[in-house]
């Protein structure tokens, strides 16, 4: 049991209040942690509007090969039961290391105002036979339970998971992300809840946020803890 958790976990408590101390010190880390935080903060503030008018808002429906091959099927517990403790795994993983840790809560930034822009774009009706996702947390605290179905392009949850591999610290954690990345894919197009386009295009976009967040991590390499 200690082993798997070595494994999972592969990091020292000590390494988390040093690390953070030093960053700490560091006047452009503290000024980007507080700036990514109030970002942050106010696109969480705005998703239950921003949301509400893309649902309201008219769009066009695709025909897609693929869709219409596939019988739609609810697999939203499958879906939850892998993203929520893959992505809060990672961050555990990530909290010792500080400039990752803020590289990665800057290109989920990124990541959901290029979203917001690709919405705004491409105005999209989702299939007839969609099954919609029951999230239990999202749904619940961020959309009142209200089902939202148009916030398609490109997919919201392949791209956070495909970002949480680029952004895991832990190598020996990589070909298990990636594989459920790949797998969430799969489901979600099982469930009709996106385009075959939306999946495909997420981890590109996740992968773009990445790479702009890098541009702007404070001047101190990142130091892996985990090797």
């Not at 739609?72 to 929520?84: G, N, P, R, T």
């Not at 105002?113 to 961020?142: H, K, M, N």
């Amino acid at each position: 049991m200690k082993g798997i958790f070595q494994t999972v976990f592969p990091f020292e408590s000590g390494d988390l209040k040093k690390n953070w101390s030093e960053a700490w010190c560091n006047p452009a880390f503290r000024l980007k942690a507080i700036l990514t935080a109030l970002i942050l903060l106010t696109i969480v503030c705005t998703v239950p509007g921003f949301f509400s008018y893309i649902q309201s808002r008219p769009g066009f429906r695709m025909n897609d090969v693929v869709l219409n091959f596939i019988p739609a099927k609810d697999v939203s517990w499958f879906i939850f039961s892998l993203i929520y403790p893959l992505v809060i795994l990672t961050l555990i993983n990530l909290i010792p290391q500080p400039a990752l840790f803020l590289k990665c809560l800057q290109a989920y930034c990124i990541l959901m105002l290029l979203r917001f822009c690709t919405l705004l774009l491409v105005p999209l009706e989702p299939q007839l036979s969609l099954v919609p996702l029951q999230d239990p947390f999202i749904g619940r605290f961020f959309y009142s339970n209200s089902v939202v179905t148009k916030d398609l392009f490109f997919s919201g949850h392949v791209s956070t998971l495909f970002l949480v591999f680029l952004a895991n610290p832990v190598p020996r954690l990589s070909k298990l992300l990636l594989a459920s990345t790949c797998l969430i894919a799969g489901l979600i197009i099982v469930q009709h809840v996106h385009y075959t386009i939306d999946v495909l295009a997420a981890p590109a976009f996740a992968w773009l946020s990445f790479k702009i967040a890098g541009l702007h991590i404070f001047a101190p390499k990142e130091k892996n803890v985990f090797g």
